[in-house]
């Protein structure tokens, strides 16, 4: 606390992001990282725009990979906001569409940033309650409202929801904008982008964070109406007109066009999941049905958070989020075959 | 405008960027790029860090990079935030610092990105009259306020401040936060970082885009008392708490090591900026003395709005802001000796 923080500054209570470790190696499970690496392809345009260029500032519109994008989606690139992760996206959409006057909505059990960003621009909301297997009901989007927010696989749940019943949450707020955040959708879920052209309200988000095995290269798209993009475009230039570097625009578009290797990574991530899923049920967990990169199970008589603590101390990091409702609930990023089966292996010793 | 965007979005008006063109080469002396590339350390760095680790968040906490920065300056990691650009680093730090209560000072004639902060978080704000050859008065900035951002040198004029002057205002405005934007420092000016220890009210902000050659990277810093860095990180990590990839972060940390390279890179744009000053002098321009990598000038009796659109048909980009009290100006980036002959040679065609 400072006197020199604004009232805002002191009243925030900032979002707090997975562990990275610096101490040891750890299996690490923790953050919804995917454990094979990028495109190739994406590595050699890095390597390759890693040159004199970088003297000047890269284009502010973004243009190639939105156009690269536009390509992938059958959008056009009028469609299409790219940003530094979609966490900034997010972070330039609440001020962008939702307003002081009415509360947004989003589910009581969810990524714990959308709370952060409301206070961060003081825009009230309200949480509408998942029941007890953490599902989303349509119905209950139906009140008064001055926007919404739904993330499709779910997190930290991993909870999927079919799209038409996103589509009767779009059907039933035609005047407000709802966001769908997609950061998880291509470990199996199907995507509501077809939708775009019907839904003016309607704003997707994805990463390249989790599917494209680039968390580190901070790249994020929003999909959306032009109008919508146009309303991004007005926040991010009263912000920072320039939130890619040269690299992440030149590895996000390799990323993009290797088709070939996105699929396959999917397809070993999914593998791995659906393998893992059956491993920790058969120990005793109850597992969510996942369409994400991560599981979350919950043992009917033991402590997830001590689970958390005696694998941390054998050197295998999971996600624990010590808050009502899902205090008794571990989240376990998918790894390799390898690190999944050392972590079943540590699993059955702890917790039988 | 759009049924679907906030009042605040409809009521924005964002920054814009200079040109950055697309449809042919110039010789582009209008974004205060420099004309040197990086530091060769910095692009084997990125190169190197463009590998499988990418599939990895990066550091949230920017920590290697501010230990670097901290031994360069002769201040601790605790003194230090780092950004995507100073941009960034000034969007977080508007909210952090500055509240509605009372309106923030800057220059009339300064950086017209700060306005733009201004009213993205709906913060009141002053400028403050320059003297006919844009000069700071200091004794102008001992009115009520919230706040203080001072740029040293001042864009676009390139006017230079000494350093007893910036003391002026700083001891002056105790209860405030004053932020002094050194991004053009490196080119001859001395900086305010020694006063750091001195004023815990003291925010300086620079750029790795200017005098380090990486415009095309995102990355800036900023340097105060830990409790200013708190406050900056409070609100960077409701916004989104990996802002800084893994390439900006091993890029930035060789280009900061390289000490030698960075001395006689801004050595060279000094000398180019000697030269370019006295012969645009000779044509018959008034330049303003700078200390920055960009002169300001205006010519007698020319229009400096014609000579603008003159150099660009001759493939010759500089910047013309049409805005009173400087619409009779010129602001030309320092490219090589070669682009700075050309330019000067341009020029002489045209103004006589």
């Not at 009581?108 to 003081?122: E, H, M, Q, R, S």
């Amino acid at each position: 606390m400072s006197s020199y923080w604004s009232e805002l500054t002191a009243s925030l209570v900032p979002y707090v992001p997975g562990e990275q470790p610096k101490d040891q190696r750890y299996i690490k499970l923790n953050t919804n990282e995917n454990p094979y690496p990028p495109s190739p392809k994406a590595i050699k345009a890095i390597q390759e725009a890693a040159n004199a260029d970088l003297r000047l500032y890269p284009d502010p519109t973004c243009e190639d990979l939105r156009v690269v994008l536009a390509d992938y989606y059958g959008l056009s690139k009028e469609h299409i906001f790219v940003g530094n992760g979609s966490d900034e996206i997010l972070a330039f959409a609440f001020p962008a569409f939702f307003s002081a006057s009415k509360p947004i909505l989003f589910p009581d059990i969810t990524y714990t940033f959308y709370p952060v960003y409301a206070k961060l621009y003081g825009l009230p909301y309200e949480t509408i309650a998942t029941d007890d297997s953490f599902n989303i009901d349509p119905a209950m989007y139906r009140i008064p409202n001055g926007g919404i927010v739904i993330p499709n696989p779910n997190a930290p749940t991993a909870r999927y929801m079919l799209t038409d019943y996103l589509r009767e949450i779009l059907d039933a707020n035609r005047e407000q904008v709802v966001i769908v955040d997609e950061a998880y959708i291509d470990f199996g879920g199907e995507s509501v982008v077809p939708f775009v052209k019907d839904y003016p309200n309607l704003l997707v988000v994805q990463t390249l964070s989790k599917s494209r095995s680039l968390a580190g290269l901070r790249v994020g798209m929003a999909l959306g109406h032009p109008d919508l993009i146009e309303g991004l475009n007005r926040i991010k230039n009263s912000f920072n007109s320039y939130t890619l570097d040269r690299l992440a625009l030149a590895g996000a578009v390799a990323s993009i066009e290797d088709r070939v290797y996105f699929e396959e990574t999917n397809r070993k991530v999914i593998a791995t999941r659906e393998r893992s899923c059956e491993a920790v049920r058969q120990i005793g967990f109850e597992v969510i049905e996942s369409k994400a990169n991560f599981l979350f199970m919950t043992h009917p008589s033991q402590s997830a958070k001590e689970i958390f603590a005696t694998l941390k101390d054998r050197g295998i990091l999971v996600r624990y989020f010590d808050k009502p409702r899902i205090e008794r609930y571990l989240r376990v990023s998918i790894g390799t075959d390898d690190e999944m089966d050392a972590f079943v292996a540590a699993l059955r010793e702890i917790a039988s």
